[in-house]
Nanobody, 121 residues
Framework: QVQLVESGGGLVQAGNSLRLSCAAS????????VGWFRQAPGKDREFVAA????????IYADSVKGRFTVSRDNAKNTMYLQMNSLKPEGTAQYYC??????????????WGQGTRVSVSS
């Protein structure tokens, strides 16, 4: 198994950008499909973006298409989420997840502790 640690969250103004990172421990990172989810206060956790083990396939939620880009560097055991044109509704705790299945199955995924993103209007 891998352990996941997110970083890169913070407070930004609407329209600005942030890049989140998800660092994984263990040598098996390259065998996992990984993705980002977020949970806003009082709301359910929702899917944001995912990338398969090779990096050749990606999936995005409609709400972030064209603004967010997910990528990974298996040599560095790290996944990234480049978030551009951020909106106040993007305020949430962002979590990375890893799963052997594609698409990622929430119930069986491994999760990080999350990183907080706050977008001010």
């Amino acid at each position: 198994q891998v352990q996941l640690v997110e970083s890169g969250g913070g407070l930004v103004q609407a329209g600005n950008s942030l890049r989140l990172s998800c660092a994984a421990s263990g040598r098996t990172f390259g065998g996992y499909n990984v993705g980002w989810f977020r949970q806003a206060p009082g709301k359910d956790r929702e899917f944001v973006a995912a990338i398969n083990w090779s990096g050749r396939s990606t999936i995005y939620a409609d709400s972030v298409k064209g603004r967010f880009t997910v990528s990974r560097d298996n040599a560095k055991n790290t996944m990234y989420l480049q978030m551009n044109s951020l909106k106040p509704e993007g305020t949430a705790q962002y979590y990375c997840a890893a799963d052997g299945s594609w698409p990622i199955r929430v119930r069986s995924a491994l999760w990080g502790q999350g990183t907080r993103v706050s977008v001010s209007s």
